[in-house]
RNA sequence: UGGGGUGUCGCCAAGUGGUAAGGCACAAGGUUUUGAUCCUUGCAUACGUUGGUUCGAAUCCAGCCACCCCAGCCA
């Protein structure tokens, strides 16, 4: 599929790549398999912060839906209260927001269906497919066998079903301490496939809800709930992790005892005159990326040992670090689509998420002038007090995006990389009696180097040729460009250039007994006195900008103040010198 | 030695019996007042492996090998 290509109007070709779900939904389409309804949804568990491997999921759930017409919804997984909270609920549906998805109607809440799961969970004991269990979770260990072994039937198996009902409206009540009792399906305790060794339905957690509150101490399992809230909802697609692969026998045994007609009745479709189809699980292989670490857990530990600032520290996967970062939702997007979906677990490399990134940024980040390292230059035939407003690009393709008044006086900053006495092969900046263009202003000369007691460079002197600009100098070739800043009307500020947080590849390879010691130890270096070009704060331009030579910046949106820019470096250019 | 999966270029990834798409990376040119962008070109006789079926196989069949997931009252 391709669109976009009438009459060469748009250069850029658009094509959603071909991949197994795609095509498995196209098929279900034109069999009519679900009446022409996709609908999704992207069913975190409120208990961290999303990542880039998150936006995979939701990326794939909401296109999906939205290509074919339908729907998804944000459902939060919430069974299990000891792990949850409030905050990452807040947060979780920020971060989508600001990826730019809307989901269908309002936020749903698996804790929402506590209700009916329970009644479900009735049916179930009256039709002998459930009973309540007094095994405690060691004793359950040891009944469920081993993964070459068959497992024994619990002593409570053939429990009557009035016992267990009864059982499990007390276990409701709150007569029984955590732990006592769980209410599991009957199924086959000898199945090679171990969730189906007669899995825990609901077990007792005298534990608030950040939803319900104290109105609950039994919770559904994950495996009782999700295929049930799908249903619930009208979910014709389920798409997981390729580690629920072995849970898929069990959503579908789960669906396909209960009474398909009471299911309907309690769910989004009640009242439908289409046929009620029960939704399917499809599972796919999660994002990993090279020299990132993904796992809720070990980025936890690195917010909690300050290893990093915070969930929003720029350098963390996190959607909040990636947005601090000044990375946009329309790479992270991007990205997404370019990585495709399969079932093959694959490590994507890193380059792939920055290319998304530069791409985004190179098409829409104004440009702008910051010297990171200044070396001061005077320019010596410009006159003290003399002040020319030069006019800039604020892209060198767009025009759209406008143009903007650099300031160009006596005394400049130059980065101090922009200078060497003696240049390495291949240099092409400014050299002792060398000459170079200002970027967007003049060819200046290097007349003289100016040092401290201890040779330390203090100030270039030069003289500028005032024929050149916009114009090629004559009679010779001036190859090199460099960025400057007007110390006087230049704004001081402290850039933040960040690194990748770990040196190896796989810093989750179970090889690596502590991520602490395969941290990079450059990761983050902080520059306190880089001078950036006035209009950068003047006009409430972006908040993202190129700093041209430099890479891409944004603007710390919690530490920046007026008088004070603080930028995070997003990303550095693309650097073919290989000088 | 149980069950479920996966193996196509350095990295992703199309391909579903008719003779290996694309992207990233890399390399070489060209344009360029960003060593950026952009443009052009190159980059798997080869699809884990061994056999088989077929006029024809990455695609079908069989065996083998490698790797991943599962023994939470986590999700």
Redesign the pocket.
Known sequence: MTESNSAGSS?RTV?T????I??MIARDQSNGKYGGRVHTRF???P?GYLHIGHAKSICLNFTLAAENGGFCNLRF????P??ESQEYVDAIKDNIRWLGFNWHGEVRY?SAYFNELYSFAIQLVEKELAYV?????????EY??????P?RDSPDRNRPKNESLNLLARMKAGEFA?????LRACIDMA?????M?D??LY???HFAHHQTGNKWCI?????Y??CISDALEGITHSLC????????PLYNWILGQLDLEKLQLASDLAGSSSQYVLPEQT?F?KL?L?YTMMGKRNLKAMVDSGTVDGWDDPRMPTLAGLRRRGVTPAAIRHFCE????????????L??L???I??DL??NAP?AMCVLNPLPVLVTNMEEGQVQHLSMAN???NENMGRRQVPFDRKLVIDRA?FAEE??P????LVPGGEV??????VIRCDKVEKDASGNITRLLCSADFG?????PQGRKV?????WVSSGHGISSTVRLYDRLFTVENPES?EIEDFRKVLNPHSLQVIENALVEPSVMKEQRRICF?????GYFCLDQLDSTTERPVFNRTIT???????
């Open positions: 250069l094509s790549p071909s991949n197994y795609r095509t069913p975190p568990e208990n997984d919430d069974t299990n000891t792990k698996s269990c007094s095994l405690n979770a060691e004793q359950a260990r469920r066998g081993t993964l070459t072994e497992g955590d732990g006592t009792y769980t199945s090679p496939n171990i969730n060794r899995p825990v077990r007792i957690r919770y559904p399992t994950y495996d709930t999700h992790t390729l580690e629920f692969e072995d849970h898929r599972e292989a990993k090279n370019s990585i495709g979906v399969s079932r093959s677990e694959s490590v994507v490399d380059g792939m920055e290319h998304a530069r791409e190179d098409r440009r892209h060198p393709k922009d240049p390495p291949g240099f092409k900046r263009r200002l970027r967007g202003a003049y050149t600009l916009g114009q090629r190859k090199g460009v460099i960025h179970s190129q700093f041209e030579r430099e250019l693309r650097d073919s010198w290989s000088g």
